[in-house]
Structures are given as C-alpha cells and as structure tokens.
C-alpha cells in the first residue's frame, strides 16, 4: 500500500474527544509519531513522500489497523484532525 492510501484511510475520520493511551499503549506511541510527522514536516516533504513505497513495518502497522476495526477506530480517531490539516494546508485536499 503506498502512503497516499494510508493518508486517505487516516484522513477518513474525524477525531474523537478520548484517550485510549491504556487500552493500546503502543498505537498511543505510534500516533503521537505520525501527528508529529506530519505536523513537522513541510508541503514539499508531504507531496514527495506521497509517491515513496510504504515501508515494511509501516504495512505490519497497516496489516494490524485492518485485522482489529477498534483498534483502527482508535487510531484514526487520534490522527484525523492534525493530519487532515495539514494536508488542506498543503493543497493536498480540496
């Protein structure tokens, strides 16, 4: 899966008013990292990883968000907001 479709599948909900750092303590980890990614990095980084293949352990990550649908709920819930924009911001969605 390349990061486009990662991006759109984050990008897909809104964000949610909880934590649930207890029930999955290592996707809290991971969605701390990937808001910070993306709130860090600037439009011309954002548009050239766009087209880069999605890393292996990225697609484990990806492979586990599919197999549990609360534990995706939960990270997408986290992440949607700060992602969603920044790609506004970015021209990357209209």
């Known amino acids: 899966m390349r990061n486009a479709h990662y991006i759109l599948l984050v990008a897909a909900a809104a964000a949610a008013g909880y934590s649930w750092a207890q029930q ?10 990937v808001v910070q990614k993306y709130e860090q990095s600037s439009c011309q980084q954002l548009w050239e990883q766009k087209s880069q293949p999605t890393p292996a352990r990225e697609q484990e990550i990806l492979q586990k968000l599919r197999d549990d649908p609360a ?7 986290r992440v949607a907001a ?7 911001e970015c021209g990357m969605i209209p």
């Open 71 to 77: 534990m995706r709920t939960e990270f997408i819930n």
């Open 82 to 88: 700060p992602i969603v924009n920044k790609m506004f």
């Open 24 to 33: 999955y303590p290592v996707l809290d980890m991971i969605a701390d990292r």
